[in-house]
C-alpha cells in the first residue's frame, strides 16, 4: 500500500469491481485504452481477478487501485513491468492526481524496486497523458502504427521511458 497527500494505491479485491465498471464503462475514460469500454459488469470482473491474480502469483507488482477519500477512482501501476498505465474516472481528471499517483509508484519503482527505467505505451491522441508524462520526466524512444485495434478501429502507438537517473533529477521538481 501507498499513500500520498491525497491517495491510497493498494492491491486489488473483488469489492473493486462495481466502482472500476463506472471507469472501464465510461467512453471518455476509455477513448484511448487499449480495449472498448466494457458493456458488462462481467467484463470488468474478470480484468479486476486477473489483477488480483497476477499480484498473488508475483507476476505483476505495484498494479494498484487508487482511493480518494475512500472511494475507488481508478488504476495506476505495473501491470507488466516495466510498463506503467494508468487510468481514472473523468470526474477526477485534470486535479493533479494522476501526477501524484504516478510519482509515489515512480519513486517506489526507482528506490525500493531499482528498476533501471520504466516505460509507457500512449495512444499519440492522448495529448493529456502525453503531456503528463513529459512533465514526469518521460522522453519518447519510438512510435509504431496499427500496434492495436479496439473496436475495429487500428491505433498507433508512442513509446516512452524514464531512466532512473533522470528521475533523480526531476523527481524534486514534480512532488
Known sequence: MI??????LRPATLADVPAMHAVFSNGLAMRHWSTVPHTALAETEAWVTSMIEAERAGTSTDDCIVELDGKVIGKA???KEPELGFILHPDH???GLATEALTALLDRAFSVRLMARVVA???PENHACLALLQRLGFREFNRAPR??????V??????????????ARVASRVR
Open 3 to 8: 499513500r500520498t497527500a491525497r491517495l491510497v
Open 121 to 123: 505505451d500512449v495512444d
Open 93 to 95: 481528471h485534470r486535479r
Open 154 to 167: 487500428w491505433s498507433d502507438s508512442v513509446f516512452l521511458e524514464l531512466a532512473s537517473s533522470r528521475w
Open 147 to 152: 500496434t492495436f485495434c479496439r473496436g475495429g
Open 77 to 79: 501501476g505495473f501491470w
